[in-house]
């Protein structure tokens, strides 16, 4: 996985790496990943060139801190919601309004479709989008197997897990469609996770 060079410690650093993942966030979500230079990332942030090595060896690690960021966000609060579910029926409204918030996260950053279409072209970026899937299936099926004990936790990790790759999917193609259709296309997307979980 693309990795950064290090981590930013002192006050001073951190505002200057946090510059460079601000300047790429706005290029490469309007954009796209492969045409923005580590040159323009530079002069977009106000920063040297070489200040962008000190962190990140190539673009595709910028990428990787950007999305990690993402992904932290949703897991933190997934992790959140999850924990408060006591029943069956509450796991059940719980997985629409996760559906429901990823949707809101795609709608307040449009550039956030764009750059996981281009983690998608990347192998390394690729892989680090599924491992960030797999993580949340399994909090959601340690959770969800409280509730559905007669089935084993490979077979709800895998409903999960596909479940999981459909909203991403889904939320992606959404964010090119008219608000009505894309409104349409999630309430679909809510309707077959309602049916899944009521087959269990």
């Given at each position: 996985m693309p990795e950064s060079r290090r981590t930013p410690s002192q006050a001073?650093?951190?505002?200057?790496?946090?510059?460079?993942l601000r300047a790429a966030t706005a290029l490469?979500?309007?954009?796209g990943n492969d045409s923005v230079s580590m040159r323009e990332i530079a002069k977009h942030a106000g920063v040297a060139l070489s200040s962008i090595y000190q962190y990140?060896?190539?673009k595709n690690a910028i990428l990787a801190a950007i999305m990690q960021s993402y992904f932290q966000q949703i897991r933190q609060n997934l992790s959140e919601k999850?924990?408060?579910?006591q029943s069956e029926k509450e796991a059940q409204q719980?997985?629409?309004?996760?559906i429901d918030m990823f949707y809101a996260l795609f709608k307040e950053e449009p550039v956030l479709a764009t750059l996981w279409a281009g983690?998608?072209?990347n192998k390394q970026l690729k892989d680090l989008d599924t491992e960030d899937t797999q993580i949340n299936a399994k909090l959601l099926s340690e959770k969800l197997r409280d509730f559905y004990p007669q089935h084993s936790f490979e077979a709800l990790h895998a409903a999960v897990t596909l479940l999981l790759h459909t909203?991403?999917?889904a939320v992606r193609i959404a964010m090119d469609l008219p608000e009505e259709k894309s409104l349409a296309l999630m309430e679909e997307l809510k309707t077959l996770a309602t049916l899944r979980l009521q087959s269990l």
């Open positions: 001073r650093s951190k505002e200057k790496y946090e510059q460079i490469i979500g309007e954009r990140f060896p190539d999850v924990a408060s579910w719980g997985i629409i309004n996760t983690m998608q072209a909203a991403g999917m």
